[in-house]
């Protein structure tokens, strides 16, 4: 196991409350909807009801004339002045990726249900909605691609005609003698998958305030955004408006899971008419919209093939990865990331010689993909983890030792795997056995086989993997993507030795407000009390990436701590002047300067403070204060196992969960209440993708679920309580080891679940490569399983 770079302090690993609580608890948080300024107008849309048409007339009079309206803009109107949303990859990374115009307002034609076609600003939003329904469109309908396979045909219907296709990026890798290791192979499996498309759907939906103040020239965007300087960088270009007279704030921001982290065309339309009126913007996103107009995600079909020896040795696997994306490509990220993600990470924890894999990136007349929670590795895991079953069931090898065999062991790290991402460290096959004891397998087989001697159907599954977090800008750069992965802080002491951060993350229910205090609470010796946190406002804090892609405790927590060291080094650079004692023999801890060898107070912690701020120490630069721009290695990894175990009714195909058990291995823990209460929820989000969550449309492109009716989510009692183990391996690359885990959670329970239906449902030969595992499927798949299909 490796050895962090530096000690672990008695914050750093501890369950401390989160500070957020009280607030939160006692509803003292403040959203965007919170907030209340004078003369504020509310803003509605018109939404296209056809997936694909050609607007050839559009009538605003009535809801112009409407009371209370002050202004009605259709695409026309802001063709002139504002940009469309556009995603431009590096050409020489990404040849093979096109660009779309995503205008905020449709331009002559509409592209899925949903896209806003106007827009009205009125009084209040009662007045707007009304006005809304006003306006009258002509619609020229036009054929539709809902099929992702069949935009792929020669005679699809165009999404963008330009195009020429409907393929928006194409990636072909192989690596290693493919073709050879199926040649030589005693045994090959193959499988076609699917993920049903579905969404983040956070508490509070999206929303935002615009207010341009003549005066000062100014604009201020309070967003519930996980990016504040995204946001406002992107917003700046799109309205040609200077950025540094654009201030971003994200209040409280009531989950995000990765759709939070873009501009949206409601964002820049909001502080358009701000500036144009002079008045207050307001949109608040309503359920309807949310399911209909904002981000989807990860729908995939993808084509497995998994290569091995007959003792289990893994030769080679093949992965087609088609994901379809939608309409346009979601700013600034990009809608193609998803197939790519996933093709990447489809090796997991496994020893892979040759990989062949086709990512392939596919519009369609439906509502834009963007990230969402463990992108495109749900399906990466799925396909892998039941190739995996199928390969052990067709060798005949118990399907826990062919994982074994072919793990990634301790003592490999670093291994670079078959695409190139260096495992710095990690605990695969540990963590394996460590949740099969958790679960006690051997008692559970003994329970499956008296289960199925009463009629009852239990089955256990597993499902690990790799997940690679807090990726670098180097990484964005290799792909062509016009992001960054560092991140920024600055720590700030005052007189009283209280002390301030400000750091480029948002939290939006990570818990920021504890485990950063607990970070610097340990490099500066004080009490987490003392650090007050501060997020998520562009005029107050450096420019940072916000919080995705499970990388604010590796990088917001690695940008605070280098901040901090530089604030350590000054106070204990004075001390020593002062004490007439090497600094290295002094250390930071309970509020003191303290000897290291015996504890001795030498000097309170906020003497020296005010000394070094009132430039009381000759030949020191007065200030105390450090900032620090971080950037993080290539990537981090976790990695876990999570088994679940499950009784399935095969007379109604209904699938409950019985137990489900999660060891995971992030490297240093800084608050494990906190890596605890990501874990559970991420499951939650894995439990709907696996059984739940779909959204659906027809032929014609018309959306289906449109409703929290239509569209399930699990709810409290569709999710059991998880049972967590924690290994920790140690990142050498990063302050203190810790790595990223923040989406681990929601990456494997469609794995584990689908493996532990077909467990369960082994005497019908049922084979499930189809999430959500809804009734219907379920009982299919038992016929199916009958007729010997």
Not at 124 to 149: F, M
Not at 423 to 441: D, K, V
Not at 719 to 739: A, F, L
Request: proline share 5%; aromatic share 6%; charged share 20%.
């Amino acid at each position: 196991m490796a050895t962090p770079l530096v000690g672990i302090g008695k914050m750093v690993g501890a369950e401390v409350r989160r500070v957020e609580d009280p607030r939160v608890l006692l509803g003292k948080t403040r959203y965007v909807d919170d907030i209340q300024l004078p003369n504020t107008v509310a803003m509605a849309f018109a939404r296209s009801p056809y997936a694909h048409a050609n607007i050839t007339r559009i009538d605003v009079s009535a809801a112009k004339e409407h009371p209370g309206v002050l202004a009605v803009l259709t695409g026309a109107d802001i063709a002139a002045d504002i940009l469309p949303l556009r995603v431009e990859y590096d050409p020489v990374r990404a040849p093979k990726h096109k660009s779309c115009n995503w205008p905020v307002l449709a331009q002559e034609k509409v592209r899925f249900v949903g896209e806003a076609v106007a827009v009205v600003v009125a009084v209040n939003r009662y007045v707007a909605e009304d006005a809304a329904s006003l306006i009258d469109v002509d619609y020229d309908p036009l054929d539709t691609i809902w099929d992702v396979e069949k935009a792929l045909t020669a005679d699809s219907p165009l999404v963008h005609d330009e195009w020429g296709d409907n393929l928006m990026q194409e990636i072909k890798v192989e690596i290693g003698e493919v073709s050879k290791a199926f040649q030589e192979a005693d045994c090959v499996v193959a499988e076609r998958f699917v993920t049903g498309r579905h969404m983040a759907m956070p508490m509070e939906t999206r929303g935002c305030l615009a207010n341009f103040e003549a005066a000062t020239d100014s604009l201020t965007l309070w967003s519930s955004t996980q990016t504040p300087h995204v946001v406002r960088t992107h917003l700046a270009k799109t309205i040609n408006f200077p950025e540094h007279h654009i201030r971003v704030v994200a209040p409280d921001v009531g989950g995000g899971f990765g759709l939070k982290g873009h501009l949206f065309g409601e964002e820049v339309l909001a502080a358009f008419l701000s500036r144009r009126l002079g008045r207050p913007v307001k949109w608040i996103e309503d359920r309807r919209e949310h399911l209909t107009a904002s981000l989807h995600a990860k729908q995939q079909v993808v084509c497995g093939e998994l290569a091995l020896k007959k003792d289990g040795t893994i030769l080679g696997i093949t992965g087609r990865y088609i994901s379809d994306v939608g309409a346009y490509s979601d700013y600034p990220w990009g809608s193609a990331l998803e197939a790519g993600h996933a093709a990447s990470a489809m090796p997991g924890p496994y020893k892979i010689p040759a990989y062949r894999f086709e990512a392939l990136s596919v519009a369609t007349n439906k509502t834009t993909i963007g990230p969402y929670r463990g992108v495109g590795l749900p399906i990466a895991i799925l396909t892998m983890e039941r190739l995996m079953d199928l390969a052990a069931q067709k060798l005949g090898i118990d399907r826990i030792e062919l994982r074994l065999r072919n793990m990634i062991r301790q003592q490999d790290h670093p291994y670079t795997t078959i695409t190139g991402a260096e495992i710095e460290s990690g605990s695969h096959q540990e963590a394996l056995r460590m949740a099969l004891e958790m679960i006690n397998l051997e008692e559970f087989r003994a329970e499956q086989q008296r289960a199925r001697q009463q009629g009852r159907h239990i089955g256990l599954g597993v499902g690990c993997y790799i997940e690679g977090t807090a990726p670098s800008s180097q990484a964005f750069q290799a792909m062509g993507a016009p992001v960054g992965g560092y991140e920024s802080a600055t720590v700030r002491m005052d007189v009283h030795g209280k002390v301030t951060v400000l750091v480029g993350t948002h939290s939006h229910g990570q818990s920021h407000e504890t485990t950063f205090a607990q970070i610097v609470a340990d490099e500066l010796g004080v009490s987490i009390a003392d650090v007050k946190i501060i997020e998520g406002d562009t005029t107050a804090i450096p420019y940072g990436w916000g919080t995705w892609g499970s990388r604010s405790a590796v990088t917001g927590g690695g940008a605070t701590i280098i901040a901090s060291r530089k604030i350590r080094e000054k106070l204990l650079r004075a001390a020593s002047r002062l004490s007439e004692i090497p600094s290295d023999d002094l250390q930071l801890a309970d509020g003191m300067v303290r000897r290291k060898q015996d504890g001795a107070t030498v000097v309170p912690i906020k003497d020296i403070a005010q000394r070094i701020l009132f430039a009381q120490f000759a030949g020191e630069e007065p200030g105390l204060e450090g900032t620090s721009h971080y950037e993080p290695p290539p990537s981090t990894h976790s990695n876990a196992t999570h088994v679940a175990t499950v009784e399935v009714d095969p007379e109604t195909g209904q699938v409950k969960l019985l137990r489900y058990v999660v060891v995971e291995d992030c490297g240093t823990i800084i608050n494990p209440m906190v890596v605890d209460g990501q874990i559970q929820g991420g499951v939650a989000q894995g439990i709907g993708t696996a059984l739940y969550e779909q959204a659906l449309y027809d032929e014609n492109g018309q959306f289906l679920t449109g409703t929290l009716m239509d569209y399930l989510i699990p709810t409290a009692v569709d999710v059991p309580r998880v049972e967590i183990g924690h290994i920790s391996s140690p990142s050498p690359y990063t302050p203190t080891g810790i790595k990223g885990m923040g989406e681990g959670g929601a990456i494997a329970p469609p794995a584990a679940i689908a493996n532990a239906v077909c467990d369960a449902l082994a005497p019908f030969n049922v084979r499930i490569s189809e999430v959500p595992i809804t009734l219907e499927r379920v009982l299919q798949a038992i016929e199916r399983g009958r007729n010997g299909q």
